[in-house]
Nanobody, 126 residues
Framework: QVQLVESGGGLVQAGGSLRLSCAAS????????MAWFRQVPGKEQEFVAA????????KSEDSVKDRFTISRDNARNTVYLQMNSLKPEDTAVYYC???????????????????WGQGTQVTVSS
């Protein structure tokens, strides 16, 4: 089991940048594939990006592919989401999630992730 705690959210102007962090408990962080999702009130959670256990492979949603970068530091048990060129439509609560499935595929469906953080609010003003 792993516990996840996000940080780094806040208020930023359009065009600005933020880096979200997700710190994981436990010694087995490197065995989890990790992902970021986001949710706007009244809408379903949306996949943002995922990363393999080693960090060598990533997958991103098309609308953020050229602006957001997911990375991880297994020595620090932390996954990051670097968000550049932020837009008002990026405003959401951002969640990190962990997938213990041993398969190599990077999932985009929230149902494939077993563990979730509490979320961090990102607000982008126009």
């Amino acid at each position: 089991q792993v516990q996840l705690v996000e940080s780094g959210g806040g208020l930023v102007q359009a065009g600005g940048s933020l880096r979200l962090s997700c710190a994981a408990s436990g010694r087995t962080f490197s065995t989890y594939k990790m992902a970021w999702f986001r949710q706007v009130p009244g809408k379903e959670q949306e996949f943002v990006a995922a990363i393999s256990r080693s960090g060598s492979r990533t997958k991103s949603e098309d609308s953020v592919k050229d602006r957001f970068t997911i990375s991880r530091d297994n020595a620090r048990n932390t996954v990051y989401l670097q968000m550049n060129s932020l837009k008002p439509e990026d405003t959401a609560v951002y969640y990190c999630a962990a997938d213990a499935n041993p398969l190599l595929v990077l999932h985009t469906k929230r149902s494939e992730y077993e563990y979730w953080g509490q979320g961090t609010q990102v607000t982008v003003s126009s």
